[in-house]
């Protein structure tokens, strides 16, 4: 079982910046796909961003891409997910998540995931 626990949320301008953590305990996520979701008010939970399991593949939603940077480090049992030029429409839940599943075309689907985090609101002023 992996549990995690995300932080790092809050309320920031437009084009702001922050970064997410997500705590992993229970077990080393060393051999898990790290992805992050969002959902935001009234919608569907969606894929935003996902990391091999060596660090070494990186996937991103297109809205998010050259904004958003996922990022491991397995020492510290963490993921993280830094948010750049931070817009109203990023206003959201945001998730993490752990699948054992290697394959990238299955990263944006969260069925896919194991174990989930219980979220972290991010809220952009614009």
């Known amino acids: 079982q992996v549990h995690l626990v995300e932080s790092g949320g809050g309320l920031v301008q437009a084009g702001g910046s922050l970064r997410l953590s997500c705590a992993a305990s229970g077990r080393p996520i060393r051999p898990y796909v790290m992805g992050w979701f969002r959902q935001g008010p009234g919608k569907d939970r969606e894929f935003v961003a996902a990391?091999?399991?060596?660090?070494?593949?990186?996937l991103y939603e297109d809205s998010v891409k050259g904004r958003f940077t996922i990022s491991r480090d397995d020492a510290k049992n963490t993921v993280y997910l830094q948010l750049n030029s931070l817009k109203f429409e990023d206003t959201a839940v945001y998730y993490c998540?752990?699948?054992?599943?290697?394959?990238?075309?299955?990263?944006?689907?969260?069925?896919?995931?194991?174990?989930w985090g219980q979220g972290t609101q991010v809220t952009v002023s614009s």
């Open positions: 990391i091999s399991s060596n660090a070494g593949n990186s």
């Open positions: 998540a752990a699948t054992g599943n290697p394959a990238k075309n299955r990263w944006f689907f969260s069925y896919e995931y194991d174990y």
